[in-house]
C-alpha cells in the first residue's frame, strides 16, 4: 500500500525557523542551567561520574532543536584519539552525540557568551596557537587518553566546506605516540547529494548567527558521521598516524560521493525510463 506525502502549508513551512529558533534558545537556557549545576558540584569537589553523559545528551537534543538528521557508520572506541575532518561548528554536536567524547578546540571559543563558558564547563581544552602551545596540549590529551577518555581534535586547524580535505597538523598526534593508543579516523559529511551539502560550512568570514540562522532555515539537513577501524600506530610517528588518518578520511568520503553519483545516475535512468514508457 502507497502512502502520499504529507504536504505542510507554505505558511507553517515559513514559521519553522522561528520555532527551531525558540527551541533552541530553550535548549542552550537549559543547558546553562545544567552547566551552573556543574560548575557549582565541581567547586565543592563533589565526583560528577554522570557529566559526560549528560554533554552526550545534550548534543543530541541541540541536533533534534536544529532539525538535523544524524546517521552513524561504525562504532567509537573507547580510550581513543578520535579524528575527524572539521566542516562547521556542527561538527561537534554531530560528533559528541555519538558517545561521551572530549573535545580540543581553539581558544577563541572560550570567548563565545554563555557557549564557550559551556564548553569549559563541559570539559573541552582550548589550546592557544603556536608549537609551544600544541606541544603542552598535546601532553593534557595524553593524560585523558591514559584515564580513559576519548579525545577528538580536527588536525586540518580549520575549517573546509567538505569537498577536500587540508593537510592534518601532526603536533597533536604526539599525544598517541605512547602504547597502546587508539587513533580512530572519522570522516563527516553534510548532505546526501554529489556535491556537499553548502549550508554546513562554517568558513571565511562568516559569523555565528548569520550561519545559525541558515541552519535553521534549511529544509532537512541531513550529515554522516563514519566511524572507521583505528589506524595501526604500531611504531609510527606522528606524520605517519597524521597521513594515514588522512588517507583513510579522504577514501571515505571519496566512496560516498562515488555512492552519491551512483544513485544519482539510477534515479536519472528511472525518470527517463517511467518518460519513455508513457511516450510508447
Not at 538528521?69 to 559528541?96: C, E, K, Y
Not at 580535505?165 to 605512547?178: S, V
Not at 606524520?239 to 536519472?268: C, K, P, Y
Amino acid at each position: 500500500m502507497s502512502t502520499q506525502p504529507i504536504l505542510i502549508p507554505a505558511r507553517i513551512r515559513a514559521l519553522m525557523p522561528t520555532w527551531r529558533a525558540l527551541r533552541l534558545l530553550e535548549h542552550v537556557l537549559t543547558g546553562a542551567v545544567l552547566s551552573a549545576g556543574v560548575a557549582s558540584l565541581g567547586l565543592a569537589r563533589v565526583p560528577r561520574p554522570w557529566q559526560p553523559a549528560l554533554v552526550c545528551w545534550w548534543h543530541r537534543r541541540l541536533l533534534r532543536c536544529l532539525a538535523l538528521h544524524v546517521s552513524q557508520q561504525g562504532t567509537p572506541a573507547r580510550g581513543a584519539l578520535v579524528v575527524a575532518n572539521h566542516v562547521s561548528w556542527l561538527d561537534i554536536p554531530v560528533v559528541g552525540g555519538t558517545a561521551p567524547l572530549c573535545f580540543v578546540s581553539k581558544a577563541e571559543v572560550r570567548q563565545w557568551p554563555v557557549v564557550g563558558w559551556m564548553a569549559a564547563t563541559a570539559g573541552t581544552l582550548f589550546m592557544q596557537r603556536g608549537a609551544h602551545q600544541a606541544a603542552e596540549m598535546a601532553r593534557c590529551i595524553a593524560q585523558q587518553l591514559r584515564d580513559g577518555a576519548s579525545v577528538v581534535i580536527f588536525p586540518e586547524g580549520t575549517t573546509s566546506d567538505g569537498r577536500a580535505l587540508r593537510r592534518f597538523h601532526a603536533r597533536l598526534f604526539a599525544a598517541a605516540e605512547c602504547d597502546g593508543t587508539v587513533v580512530q579516523p572519522v570522516a563527516i559529511r553534510y548532505g546526501h547529494g554529489v556535491e556537499p551539502d553548502a549550508t554546513a560550512p562554517f568558513i571565511g568570514d562568516d559569523t555565528l548567527l548569520a550561519h545559525l540562522w541558515r541552519v535553521l532555515r534549511h529544509p532537512a539537513l541531513a550529515v554522516t558521521v563514519t566511524f572507521l577501524p583505528p589506524v595501526d600506530g604500531a611504531g609510527a610517528g606522528r606524520r605517519q598516524m597524521a597521513d594515514a588518518a588522512h588517507a583513510a578520511i579522504t577514501g571515505q568520503l571519496s566512496r560516498q560521493t562515488g555512492e552519491a553519483v551512483a544513485a544519482e545516475g539510477e534515479r536519472f535512468g528511472r525518470r527517463t525510463a517511467a518518460v519513455l514508457a508513457r511516450r510508447a
